[in-house]
């Protein structure tokens, strides 16, 4: 039996380090924010297919905690893009039935686009299709240590610490452990993303930067999640005994 919170009933709950932005418009000789932007539609590409390839909750990271070290200059360009997508990705999620959540924290983010995230949260939270989660200000350690310390002192469980981390991270009780894990832009590490639900994350790498990736490869590498055998620390059945 899968543990609690990997029930794929509702669907796969893929998660995306979406990479590579920066080093696709480097080798076009433009700004990195000309990657960013073509990020965005590679987003929409994906977000567009995923319901229809069994996807039922689908978590993307868009800015780590860690990015504000970046340039001003680009993280002004990012914060500006997240302004202008999530206004018009509410109006595509209300028609398409997306649910679109923020995770991550908000208190360092500009008042306006908390309240557009807001405005996208309650407008489309009766879509059942998709479940798309953008992480924003996000650190999967700063999620945890937030979560242990709302902890009692006693009396916590595995799922009930899942409650309190789905919490920390804006999600009250929407609690998913990630069935797999997708990086684009070659590189192979976590970046401090979804530490605790990927504990039995399939994981899944590619050298495809994340502005040319499409509707295409997300197939080609749902067929690969086909093709592996999870075993959740058990013996798979056939070789029991
Ligand atoms: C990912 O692309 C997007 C964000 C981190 C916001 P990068 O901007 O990290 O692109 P590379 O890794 O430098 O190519
Ligand atoms: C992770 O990518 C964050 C996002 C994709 C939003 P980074 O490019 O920031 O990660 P590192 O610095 O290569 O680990
Ligand atoms: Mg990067």
Redesign the pocket.
Known sequence: MPPAGSDTAGGLHVAI???GN?RWAQRRSLRRAAGHRAGVRAVRRVVESAPSMGIGALTL????S??WQRPKGEVQALMRLLREFIPSETRRSVRNGVRLRMIGRRDRLDPGLVRSIEKAEAATSGGRALDLRL?IDYSARDQILRAASALEAEGATRESFDRRLATAGGLGDGYRDVDFLIRT?G?Q?L?D?LLWECAYAELYFTPVMWPDFTAADLETALAEFQRRQRRFGQVPESSAG
């Not at 990271?61 to 780590?64: D, K, L, P, R, T």
């Open positions: 380090i979406m990479d920066g990271y868009a800015f780590s860690d990015n992480a832009g590189e590490r970046s993303f």
